[in-house]
């Protein structure tokens, strides 16, 4: 079975932090991506990876980057938070159909 | 643009009382229609791949099903553990593994 491993089920931050988040799959995917889901919009992709160091941009970017040094792990970061990154966030990992997704990590922005 | 559009938002049932989920689409040329399940607190878990018209697939009381417009998950007989938030989703060949999530339909089954 995959495993994605998302560091934090809960997270509080303080705006205008730089947040990290982290994602580890144990399956060798070559593909990971950054989801946001809130209530009404559904999941948004943020970032997604096809390669180490290889990264493209979702459908909302803005406030976002990510760094995939290593094929296992992808990190979401958050430059300067704000309220309105409040979210739960997914990480997914892909290489043959279908994505698998981790727990999610619900982030707190105050 | 991709466009995914499940329907109802929430959809409460006794159990027992079958009911269906829709799932309608707009993509260009598609990849894969996609089902998944979510708990409160979880991450999305994969439920069913459909790829062409005409395609079934089933798992205990679930039932998915594919026209070229939309797809049905069908629920027989439901029981209280199938209580959960139903993802739809597609993809299409040009955008490589990305997907288009609706934004799902939350059902509740009261024993």
């Known amino acids: 079975d995959v495993k994605v491993t998302q560091s934090s089920r809960y997270l509080v931050k303080r705006t205008g932090e730089k947040v990290f988040l982290e994602c580890v799959q144990d399956?060798?995917?070559?593909?990971m991506f950054w989801y946001r889901q809130d209530p009404g919009l559904g999941l948004r992709l943020i970032y997604f990876s096809y390669d180490v160091k290889m990264k493209e941009k979702g459908d909302i970017p803005e406030g976002y980057s990510v760094s995939r040094e290593k094929k296992e792990r992808f990190s979401l970061i958050l430059e300067s938070a704000s309220t309105n990154q409040t979210s739960m966030y997914l990480c997914?990992?892909?290489?043959?159909?279908?994505?698998?997704f981790g727990d999610g990590t619900r982030l707190s922005i105050l | 643009e991709d466009q995914v559009t499940q329907s109802p938002e929430a959809l409460r049932l006794q159990e027992g009382e079958s009911s269906s989920l829709n799932c309608s689409y707009t993509?260009?040329?598609?990849?894969?229609l996609f089902w998944y399940r979510q708990d409160p607190g979880k991450g999305p878990e994969f439920l069913f791949t459909l790829y062409s018209a005409g395609e079934e697939k089933e798992k205990e009381r679930l039932k998915a099903t594919l026209t070229k417009k939309e797809s049905f998950l069908h629920i027989t007989a439901p029981k209280p553990e199938d209580s959960a938030t139903y993802l739809c989703a597609v993809g299409n060949p040009t955008s490589g593994s990305r997907l288009t999530f609706g934004e799902g339909t939350q059902l509740t089954v009261n024993p």
């Open positions: 997914a990992t892909h290489s043959n159909q279908p994505q698998h």
């Open positions: 399956m060798d995917h070559e593909n």
């Open positions: 993509v260009s040329g598609l990849r894969g």
